[in-house]
T-cell receptor, first 110, second 114 residues
């Protein structure tokens, strides 16, 4: 069974600070997705990374896939209250089912 | 472009009743996935379907749960004789026919069993 561990589970920071969320596994994934989920809504796709060592940037968000494709990180620069939400990582495998991490609940205080 | 659509958004059932959850994938997508999010838990894979075929149902409970994706119409997740433990948010996702891990999620159906 593939498992993904996310850390931290909860993060509360002030507007303007930087933060990093981690997603780790002992298993190799063919890809890594990051989603953001608002209360009462479904996960919204932020990015997909597929190549070991790949880095993708989405405005103030930077996503990295580990060289061995077992881990990933999400870095947010100058966080804003609008970044508040539940961030989920999900690993893709040969069976096309996604394995989700437990999520990081981010709160950015104004 | 319409995204993945799910209905109803909220469903209340009494123990022993049946629940039917519907999912219409994004236009052009032929692969549908169902996930369940229990309170205070992460999303768990249930089943993967293509048109008229169940590809992988390894995450589906063996009893009372079934899924279909007919040639015409939405995908249906059916739960018979619901119990309180079935209360959860059920999410559908879809992906295009090309080989990809990327899945796009619907808004979910919140099932409450009284």
């Amino acid at each position: 069974t593939q498992l993904l561990e996310q850390s931290p589970q909860f993060l509360s920071i002030q507007e303007g600070e930087n933060l990093t969320v981690y997603c780790n596994s002992s298993s190799v994934f063919s890809s890594l997705q990051w989603y953001r989920q608002e209360p009462g809504e479904g996960p919204v796709l932020l990015v997909t990374v597929v190549t070991g060592g790949e880095v993708k940037k989405l405005k103030r968000l930077t996503f990295q896939f580990g060289d061995a494709r077992k881990d990933s990180s999400l870095h947010i620069t100058a966080a804003q209250p609008g970044d508040t939400g539940l961030y989920l990582c999900a690993g893709g495998g040969s069976a096309r089912q996604l394995t989700f991490g437990s999520g990081t609940q981010l709160t950015v205080l104004p | 472009n319409a995204g993945v659509m799910q209905n109803p958004r909220h469903l209340v059932r009494r123990r022993g009743q049946e629940a039917r959850l519907r999912c219409s994938p994004m236009k052009g997508h032929s692969h549908v996935y169902w996930y369940r999010q229990l309170p205070e838990e992460g999303l768990k894979f249930m089943v993967y379907l293509q048109k008229e075929n169940i590809i992988d149902e390894s995450g589906m409970p063996k009893e009372r749960f079934s899924a279909e994706f007919p040639k015409e119409g939405p995908s249906i997740l059916r739960i018979q004789q619901v119990v309180r433990g079935d209360s959860a948010a059920y999410f559908c996702a879809s992906s295009p026919p090309v080989a990809t891990d990327t899945q796009y999620f619907g808004p979910g159906t919140r099932l409450t069993v009284l």
